[in-house]
């Protein structure tokens, strides 16, 4: 046994945690527990907090708090070791874990291990990533997402210690992950804590100013509250009920969100006290709802029976709201002390007093929704969308239907008909031909309300789901189901579809592209996200499993890794008419004459803008037929030195011909514009131009010093006799000091 110097403040952690632990009445494995606390003091030692302290206080705060939600053994060994792999690679890894602390303990600090650094460009999507994972490891062992929120609490107690732009991150990525899925698991007390920290560091303004006015509002009626506390317990005693009473202002979190949602001031807020009443049986939790009606007047609309009808996170309780006798309204929750322990801790509860009496499977039936999340495991999964998917699954309050046999089905607010037949069963969903709310037919995008019976109506003959419907449905559920119809059933339909869509984007970035390079750029862009060749990506677009939005920058890229570089040569102009100038010539006899050949694929070289009059050469590229240079181009002239290039320059010469008979102004010409700056110099020139009838392709203006500015200047040009004329009437503005051909 390594002998360990701990700090005051660490023993005295250690300390609170073990007394924690010998109080709670459970039976923990005290030898494990503390070997795992020196493991993980000795793998930590020497590694500090942004706050300076030791590291392991950290890993024993999250045990301590991962005690106080009842979790077992193994749970509070995986909190103490739970960062050990991430930070202290070099000393320990999963098998070292498992050897020591189990196969349980190991796959609970390796699931609480943020993944390695694989290759994902974006931070966001990264983020995303780990959050999948976790949840993936969740999906397995929920104990994983336990310790995660107990290791999420002592950060977010502590992220004052952190620099302040990742205070940020940390406090939104607990608003809009953490606190829901505290919520979702029914640990009230958590997602609270979480919540009022998050808010603190995301708008530390308003959140002074709620918490001032709760102080200032609680001072001002005190008086109320005693009285109304007083005239409860005295009927309760009366009717001889065993009962406990807590008298609360709602959470700081709770009045800021109604607040700024709604748009209210403090004084607005009406149901800002709140009442608890706890006693023994469910029978006593009517009488007493009954005492309370009794005694208070209670507002419409505002009572809720979770107790028949528990929320899914296994939340039961009776709410309503009443009005005291000084006109000032509060909310009174009653439910049984087994409730208010589920309430608080639960999911967590089940798991620290039932594990051993409640099935398996029971507990595994209330995690389904786990499981729906990620489905798609083995998918590429758009990390935008899994982010608005966990947002709907698992922040929205739920919408209770019934199915005409009476069965109750919770669906996140705002699902449609469509959720609700794929929550049914997929071949509910998939034979789907209508649906009746409440005995009248209704359409399928309708959004069913509380307690209305919901019918599907389904065929054998049904041609299946409509691609429309993904654009319909809330839930990850449902989506996932059409799109495995789509991508089991449709597999050449969503080939072309996907297809369709990439190569429009692909025309938008260049509309020079042959095949080959398509295809390269596809099955190039499909590695990087993972997806096995082209055709599976254009399926996968096709079948909805990945958006547009995610492709085009990496199709991009792409095209700027594999084609720009050959491209550069050629022209890249602002209006179509002289984008196409090279190939429509071309199908013209081209303006250019290559090697004797007339009709060749031609295009004008960027870097130089030859215009007719120009003495040119060719350079044949790959796959895009032949670039044209001015002869005394710069890089002609390095180009032709180099080995490598050296038999792919070509004679090339103006089809004089050609150019007279068409006689249009089609070419790009480059003129760069020294000039002393004043205010009408912009204006004269492009006055001049349009005097001239010269379009203006491009207009870019460089400051050098105070009085000195560059013009560059891109324009629509016939040939070299045209070009030198406009030079020349532009050197006639007052100010231009010089003017050259294409860009320095
Ligand atoms: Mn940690």
Not at 170 to 196: C, F, S, W
Not at 212 to 234: A, L
Not at 336 to 345: I, L, N, R, S, W
Request: hydrophobic fraction near 35%.
């Amino acid at each position: 046994m390594t002998k360990i110097d701990l700090t005051p403040e660490e023993s005295e952690l250690v300390g609170k945690l073990f007394s924690v632990l010998e109080t709670s009445g459970k039976k923990y494995n005290m030898e494990k527990i503390a070997e795992a606390f020196r493991y993980a003091t000795e793998m930590h030692e020497g590694q500090f907090r942004n706050s300076g302290e030791p590291y392991i206080v950290h890993p024993i705060a999250v045990a301590e708090i991962a005690a106080a939600l009842g979790l077992d053994t193994d749970s509070i060994c995986a909190a103490f070791l739970h960062d050990t792999i991430e930070d202290c690679p070099d000393k320990t890894d999963f098998n070292k874990i498992k050897a020591k602390f189990g196969e349980d303990v190991a796959n609970l600090v390796d699931g609480l291990t943020k993944m390695e650094d694989i290759a994902i460009e974006d931070k966001e999507e990264a983020q995303m990533e780990n959050i999948r994972k976790m949840l993936l490891a969740m999906s397995k062992d929920i104990r994983v997402i336990f310790i995660k929120l107990c290791d999420r609490l002592h950060n977010m107690r502590t992220l004052d210690a952190k620099p302040e732009h990742k205070r940020r991150t940390t406090a939104l990525e607990t608003m809009h992950v953490y606190a829901p899925l505290a919520h979702r698991l029914g640990i009230q007390r958590i997602k609270q804590e979480l919540e009022n920290l998050a808010v603190r560091y995301l708008d530390p303004i308003g959140y002074a100013e709620v918490s001032e006015n709760i102080e200032r509002k609680y001072g001002q009626n005190r008086d109320f509250i005693e009285k109304v506390r007083s005239y409860i317990s005295d009927r309760l005693d009366e009717y001889k009920i065993e009962y406990r009473l807590e008298g609360r202002v709602k959470t700081v979190y709770s009045i800021y969100r109604k607040m700024f949602n709604q748009n209210k001031s403090f004084d607005e807020i009406y149901d800002f006290y709140a009442l608890r009443i706890i006693v023994d049986t469910e029978l006593d939790c009517y009488t007493a709802l009954g005492i309370i009606h009794e005694l208070f007047k209670s507002m419409p609309g505002r009572f809720k029976d979770y107790i028949s009808t528990p929320k899914p996170n296994m939340y039961q309780s009776l709410h309503t709201t009443v009005i005291g006798r000084d006109g000032i309204p509060f909310e009174v929750q009653i439910r049984t002390k087994d409730m208010h322990h589920v309430a608080e801790y639960g999911i967590a509860a089940h798991w620290k007093y039932k594990s051993g009496e409640r099935s398996r499977e029971e507990i595994d039936e209330k995690l389904a929704w786990i499981s729906k999340l990620v489905d798609t495991e083995n998918e590429t999964v758009d990390p935008d969308e899994f982010m608005s998917v966990l947002k709907n699954d698992i922040f929205n309050d739920e919408t209770f239907v019934f199915t005409p046999k009476g069965d109750v089905v919770a669906l996140p607010q705002g699902s449609t008909i469509i959720d609700f037949a794929y929550s049914i069963h997929t071949q509910v969903g998939n034979r789907m031909i209508g649906a009746k709310i409440n005995g009248m037919i209704a359409p399928i995008d309708r959004i069913p309300q509380n307690g209305e019976i919901v019918e599907i109506l389904t065929s054998q003959a049904s041609k299946g789901p409509s691609r429309d419907w993904l654009k319909i449905v809330k839930t990850s559920e449902a989506r996932n189901k059409i799109r495995q119809w789509f991508k089991k059933e449709k597999r050449s339909d969503n080939i072309e579809v996907g297809r369709g869509d990439i190569e429009r984007e692909l025309a938008k970035i260049s509309r020079r592209l042959t095949d080959d390079q398509k295809l390269s750029i596809v099955s190039a862009v499909a590695k990087r996200i993972g997806i096995q060749d082209a055709e599976d990506l254009y399926n996968t677009v096709g079948y909805g499993g990945l958006a547009m939005s995610k492709i085009i920058p990496k199709l991009k890229d792409e095209f700027e890794k594999q084609v720009k570089p050959l491209e550069e040569e050629a022209p890249i102009t602002n209006t179509d008419q002289v984008k196409t100038a090279g190939f429509k010539k071309s199908n013209n006899n081209g303006g250019i004459i290559v090697d004797g050949q007339y009709g060749c694929a031609v295009k004008f070289a960027k870097c130089c803008n030859p215009l007719p009059g120009d003495p040119v050469i060719g350079f044949i590229t790959k796959g895009y037929g032949i670039s044209i240079h001015k002869r005394d181009c710069p890089n002609v002239m390095s180009g032709m030195k180099s080995p490598e290039f050296f038999n792919r320059w070509i004679h090339a010469e103006w089809d004089n011909d050609a150019l007279v008979s068409k006689n249009k102004t089609t070419f790009e010409a480059m003129i760069q514009i020294f000039a002393f700056n004043s205010i009408s110099l912009i204006a004269d020139i492009t006055i001049a131009l349009a005097d001239m009838k010269v379009s203006i392709l491009q207009i870019n203006t460089k400051k050098r010093t105070n009085d000195d500015i560059i013009i560059n200047l891109t324009i629509a040009c016939k040939d070299t006799e045209h070009f030198t004329s406009i030079v020349s009437r532009l050197k006639s503005i007052d100010n231009v000091t010089n003017i050259v051909r294409g860009f320095s």
